[in-house]
């Protein structure tokens, strides 16, 4: 298999290998492996993506990890930036760089936020629309948000 990369994509300072790419992505100083494909409107900064990862329209990754047979659905932000805050509020472009992990095969449901710093474990699920802000174990699944949110063991949620 070769590279299908769309005439619209923008490659800065990064490398990819046998890849698909489409349109109006952009890719700044990352590395993507082999077989990943990446679909319409991403944008993914100073990461590293291993082998087979699908990362769906819409979805911005920056300062993160992301392990083979990683699925990450559309509109998702993987955000391994922060900023300090003071009494005076946020330290105006003090970017804090904590990255993002994801194991592999990890599941991110469309419009999931995971914030900076967090580590997600090997065949862990995390729900369309959740947030998640702290470290999640191994086959774990995380629905909903803080302060409400649910983290279970896949296992135990789906009934096996």
């Known amino acids: 298999m070769g590279s299908d990369i769309d005439e619209a ?14 349109e109006y992505t952009t890719i700044h100083d990352s590395e993507i492996g ?11 900064k100073k990461s590293y993506v291993s082998e087979e990862v ?14 083979p047979k990683v699925q990450i659905g559309p509109n998702c932000s993987v955000v391994g930036v922060t900023h ?4 005076q509020g946020m330290v105006f472009r003090d970017d804090i760089f904590e990255r993002v992990i994801l194991h592999d095969r990890v599941f991110v449901g469309a419009n999931a936020v995971l ?4 580590e ?5 699920v995390i729900a369309a629309g959740a947030t998640v802000t702290q470290d999640i174990d191994s086959g774990m699944i995380v629905l909903g948000s803080p302060p409400g949110q649910q ?7 789906i009934g096996d």
């Open 54 to 67: 699908d990362i769906n329209a819409g979805s911005y990754v920056e300062n993160a990890e992301i392990g």
């Open 9 to 22: 994509v923008r490659l800065v300072y990064s490398t990819t290998r046998n890849v698909l790419i489409r």
């Open 115 to 118: 914030g900076p710093g967090v």
């Open 151 to 157: 983290i279970e063991e896949l296992d135990d949620w």
């Open 84 to 87: 300090e805050l003071r009494d």
């Open 34 to 44: 082999d077989g990943c494909r990446i679909y319409e409107r991403c944008s993914i």
């Open 120 to 124: 997600i474990g090997s065949g862990s």
